[in-house]
């Protein structure tokens, strides 16, 4: 398998050239270049949520985890699907900040940033413990990434109401009530799966396998609930105007 090193920077590199095209292309639709910029990164955004996602749920599905030391044990899979997610927020980060004028949303592109460089940070130092072999918490970081599935259908809506000539209410509704369904199974679903599993491999129910976890890992889901609750509140309540 390649080194973590050599995905993450493909990867990058793949994700700026991808949203460089698609702003190119859209612009050459007559798409207003600030549309034609978050449509690009939207869509590239949205195919490597499924990519990262769609690996991270193939790895996190193995059998072997419910035989394994979930805290202990490492997976090379696992170190490539974080590689993965840490690339694009680098590409991401970069393609957004070289188009900031377009852009014109300093405060957007400033909570972007901040998401990245926060999530990058922790990903980062998983990887730099996972090449010297001292990682821990493969399958927890690596189910994580799972999370990204909830984020191509929220796209979808944004583009069905930023761009669909009068779309029907009753479609705007359906997909946003099914973007919600989808990123509360992703998110919180995640969340009490991650504990099912952990307590099947030690005989616990879900609520005192939570109590046998690390502080760190307590507080680290705890943390998890609490911002994946508020954006669901935040995201539930704009299904009649159009968000970022």
């Known amino acids: 398998m390649l080194c973590t090193g050599t995905v993450l920077v493909s990867y990058t590199?793949?994700?700026?050239?991808?949203?460089s095209l698609g702003y190119s292309f859209f612009s050459f639709c007559k798409l207003a270049h600030r549309d034609a910029l978050l449509a690009a990164?939207?869509?590239i955004g949205g195919c490597h949520a499924l990519i990262v996602g769609g690996f991270a749920l193939n790895e996190v599905l193995r059998k072997r985890w419910t035989r394994s030391d979930l805290i202990r044990t490492q997976s090379q899979w696992a170190d490539a699907v974080v590689a993965l997610e840490a690339g694009y927020l680098i590409g991401d980060t970069v393609f957004l900040v070289l188009h900031r004028r377009t852009l014109r949303k300093p405060a957007f592109l400033r909570r972007v940033i901040a998401h990245h460089a926060i999530v990058f940070a922790l990903l980062i130092t998983y990887l730099?413990?996972?090449a010297?072999?001292?990682?821990?918490?493969?399958?927890?970081?690596?189910?994580?990434?799972?999370?990204n599935l909830s984020t191509p259908l929220q796209y979808l809506v944004w583009a069905v109401q930023r761009f669909g000539r009068n779309p029907s209410p009753a479609v705007v509704t359906s997909l946003h009530v099914l973007a919600m369904t989808v990123y509360a199974v992703a998110r919180f679903g995640l969340l009490y799966y991650q504990l099912w599993i952990y307590g099947q491999t030690r005989g616990l129910s879900v609520i005192k396998a939570f109590n046998t976890l690390p502080p760190v890992c307590r507080t680290g889901i705890l943390i998890l609930l609490l911002a994946n609750g508020t954006r669901f509140v935040q995201i539930s309540a704009t299904r009649h105007k159009t968000i970022e």
């Open 13 to 19: 590199v793949v994700i700026f050239l991808s949203q």
């Open 41 to 43: 990164s939207k869509l």
């Open 128 to 130: 730099r413990a996972a």
């Open 132 to 147: 010297r072999g001292k990682a821990s918490g493969a399958f927890f970081v690596a189910s994580f990434m799972i999370m």
